[in-house]
């Protein structure tokens, strides 16, 4: 319990946008030339991550859906449901990992939070860009929440737009064995996810604790960069070495002893959920029975929908918290453990209670 002087911050509402086109796994495999692959087989992608199906952004000449856009339309819905208005947001932080601004242009300079405020019409708020792999919402997050109990904010966003399925494109065209290094490309979908922070006023809702490192010997287990086989961008992830009881044990074991240091455990924390970062249900499986027998006590129940949107990156947490706010499974006081992973390697945990906080 937290002293009545103590600053903490909250989720004061949540938006979400995901494109309307959705994408089977099965129609993404059949479009890989067989006739290349070693071995002639296609990579069991839903065997082993439980995706079914991604949503696949708007490629019309019209309506065509860069990170902007679907950064912009997450903060839409999220401005919608919340109590303030555009002129109320002190700051805006963009944490997208992809960064396109049209069909050929990666914005870097002015940062997407610049060009997300200046067509929000947000002139008073500071607007910046962070990026920390898959991890960026958290991590933007715990720079907001570290802003507001400061109190050098009040309110701010943190908002991705992540149009990512262009390395899945890419790994179609790419790739040659049936483990081949672009295999996770193949189970990215695109989305856009906006949250709104200001000052916890009680208990109901409220970010306990929200905390990031990074372990920098896997660095180059997953690497994002130019194709070296065609045009386009590509991910190449050495599976074998990341999915290890080894590297899984790494972000347990932190949270565990930060647990400790507190003085409290996991039957303390009194956790009524546990959102992964979502990038395969056979993995997230694994490291909630490494959580099991390492705290010794069950892990909480673990939310996903990675079946329906697959690895949607940064946002993939608060695509999976808002889908669940909608379908009613998170009920008013309930605590939830937000677990981020991301290629670096980045561990972290962020406990959050919602009451008030609507879909």
Avoid at 144 to 171: C, F, K, W, Y
Avoid at 288 to 300: D, F, K, Q, V, W
Wanted: charged fraction near 25%.
């Amino acid at each position: 319990m937290r002293s009545e002087s103590e600053i903490h911050s909250r989720i004061e509402s949540i938006g979400t946008y995901l494109p309307e086109k959705s994408v089977s796994t099965a129609d993404l495999l059949a479009r890989i030339d067989t006739e290349r692959l070693n071995g002639g087989k296609v990579p069991p992608i839903e065997e082993l991550t439980g995706v079914s199906e991604r949503r696949v952004y708007d490629d019309s000449e019209e309506n065509y859906e860069d990170s902007f856009a679907l950064a912009a339309k997450a903060i839409r819905d999220c401005l919608a449901k919340s109590q303030y208005e555009v002129g109320d947001v002190d700051v805006i932080i963009s944490v997208s990992i992809t960064r396109t601004v049209g069909r050929a242009h990666n914005g870097y300079e002015p940062s997407l939070a610049a060009l997300l405020a200046e067509q929000l019409g947000a002139k008073q708020a500071i607007a910046f860009d962070i990026c920390n792999a898959c991890a960026g919402m958290v991590t933007g997050i715990m720079v907001l929440d570290r802003m507001i109990r400061a109190g050098v904010a009040r309110t701010g966003i943190v908002v991705s737009g992540e149009q990512i399925t262009p390395i899945a494109e890419t790994a179609v065209r790419d790739i040659t064995e049936k483990y081949d290094p672009q295999f996770a490309s193949l189970s990215v979908g695109d989305s856009g996810a906006c949250v709104l922070l200001d000052r916890a006023t009680d208990e109901a809702d409220i970010i306990e604790y929200v905390e990031l490192m990074t372990s920098a010997s896997y660095a180059e287990f997953c690497i994002g960069s130019p194709s070296r086989h065609s045009e386009g961008i590509a991910m190449y992830t050495d599976n074998k070495s990341m999915h290890t009881e080894e590297r899984y044990l790494q972000g347990i074991t932190w949270y565990l002893d930060y647990l400790r240091e507190r003085g409290t455990d996991i039957d303390g924390e009194k956790l009524d959920f546990i959102i992964h970062h979502q990038f395969s249900a056979r993995a997230l499986d694994y490291i909630n029975a490494l959580l099991e027998r390492e705290s010794g006590r069950p892990a909480p129940e673990s939310l996903t929908v990675l079946e329906r949107y697959g690895n949607t990156a940064s946002t993939s947490h608060f695509i999976t918290l808002h889908d669940h706010l909608k379908r009613g499974t998170i009920a008013p006081g309930s605590k939830v453990l937000i677990v981020p992973s991301a290629s670096g390697m980045v561990y972290g945990h962020m406990s959050v209670r919602v009451s008030a906080l609507k879909a």
